[in-house]
């Protein structure tokens, strides 16, 4: 990810992406290891993850204290996005399956609607930004017909 992105991430959501562990986690040597194209839903969950982490903060200072609570590794694995928490509630785990799961139909470079692609090496990917040998045949028909309609809008 860009990193005017993942600074703006940070900056608004302080709790969710804090590296005050002593940088020896993924999080805090790697930040977010994905595309830009995922940093709109990412930031739609840490919206809902920060006032949860606000609430564990004020009520386990302690756990906080430990290192609880926080995004210890953000990335993209086999096509989709993992979110690691180090600890947390049923409800902060549920906004981050539910993230994981939206990820595979958004396409990491643009975030556009997308699907998993690639063979060995998955990545989730939209028509534009998919390797040539990743596009299926109806794909590749129906953009071309969306290309000749588009042409002849503009005659």
């Known amino acids: 990810m860009r990193k005017e992105l993942a600074e703006a991430l940070t900056k608004d ?3 969710t992406f804090t590296s005050e562990r002593g940088g020896r986690e993924p999080w805090s040597m790697f930040g977010f ?3 830009d194209g995922w940093e709109p839903s990412i930031r739609f969950a840490a919206e809902h993850l920060e006032p949860l982490i606000q609430k564990a ?3 386990d200072p302690e756990g906080y204290e430990a ?3 926080r995004t210890s590794q953000l990335k993209e694995k086999f096509g989709t996005g993992r979110w690691y928490l180090s600890g947390g509630t049923d409800a902060m785990q549920d906004i981050v399956e539910k993230w994981e799961a939206a990820t595979v139909s958004i396409c990491e470079t643009c ?5 998993l692609r690639g063979h060995g090496w998955l990545y989730t990917a939209c028509f534009e930004h998919a390797k040539v040998q ?3 045949s109806l794909e590749i028909v ?3 017909s969306e290309a000749k309609e588009k042409s002849n809008e503009n005659v």
């Open 13 to 15: 959501f302080p709790l």
């Open 33 to 35: 290891e994905c595309g």
């Open 57 to 59: 903060k004020e009520e």
């Open 67 to 69: 290192g609880y609570y």
């Open 111 to 115: 975030g556009k609607p997308g699907e």
């Open 134 to 136: 990743d596009r299926d």
């Open 142 to 144: 129906e953009k071309a």
